[in-house]
T-cell receptor, first 111, second 113 residues
Framework: QKEVEQNSGPLSVPEGAIASLNCTYS??????FFWYRQYSGKSPELIMS????GDKEDGRFTAQLNKASQYVSLLIRDSQPSDSATYLC???????????FGQGTELSVKP | DGGITQSPKYLFRKEGQNVTLSCEQN?????MYWYRQDPGQGLRLIYY???????QKGDIAEGYSVSREKKESFPLTVTSAQKNPTAFYLC????????????FGSGTRLTVV
């Protein structure tokens, strides 16, 4: 079983719609979860972090965490063409202090 | 400005050659990491170091070597034993073992010619 798993996509949404990105993880002891955005040829950029069950909102982005289901999601409201990128889910494993990444979901926002 | 500097941005390696990728940080971070990214894939951990003079293998350490002689520097050597080294290499750091997410460098794109 992969430690962090995402739908690889590509996910295509029209401009102005809500994009929903999902991620599951295998380690029940994980406490820290992150979403990174990566444009083609660039390094990942941290956009959201979440540590507690529930929702966390930052501008157009909402991260959702359900530790019982071992599930993390990212919602992007009012999607813009500039949001077109690959979104990486990452889970912090306390043992070894390392981030484990999913394979990423490619998002395409069509004007 | 504080940050992580990776160099070079592009690197070409001939068959059978060792090459070293540089990673320097001025953030006073304790822990540093090397990841490899292949096209259309996520990041895979090569090596990481939580303190000076100590490092651990990640998931794909074969064919790579590292050193951590200074807190600021964590160079990665891609040896001739790495049979498929063409990839995008990313260096990252965090203070201690905090869980606030990594800071990444801008990456080095390595190509075998």
């Amino acid at each position: 079983q992969k430690e962090v798993e995402q739908n690889s996509g590509p996910l295509s949404v029209p401009e102005g719609a809500i994009a929903s990105l999902n991620c599951t993880y295998s380690d029940r002891g994980s406490q820290s979860f992150f979403w990174y955005r990566q444009y083609s040829g660039k390094s990942p950029e941290l956009i959201m972090s979440i540590y507690s069950n529930g929702d966390k909102e930052d501008g157009r982005f909402t991260a959702q965490l359900n530790k019982a289901s071992q599930y993390v999601s990212l919602l992007i409201r009012d999607s813009q063409p500039s949001d077109s990128a690959t979104y990486l889910c990452a889970v912090f494993y306390n043992q070894g202090g390392k981030l484990i990444f999913g394979q990423g979901t490619e998002l395409s926002v069509k004007p | 400005d504080g940050g992580i500097t990776q160099s070079p941005k592009y690197l070409f390696r001939k068959e059978g050659q060792n090459v070293t990728l540089s990673c320097e940080q001025n953030l006073n971070h304790d822990a540093m990491y090397w990841y490899r990214q292949d096209p259309g894939q996520g990041l895979r951990l090569i090596y990481y170091s939580q303190i000076v003079n100590d490092f651990q293998k990640g998931d794909i350490a074969e064919g790579y070597s590292v050193s951590r002689e200074k807190k600021e520097s964590f160079p990665l050597t891609v040896t001739s034993a790495q049979k498929n080294p063409t990839a995008f290499y990313l260096c990252a750091s965090i203070p201690g073992t905090s869980n606030y997410g990594y800071t990444f460098g801008s990456g080095t794109r390595l190509t075998v010619v």
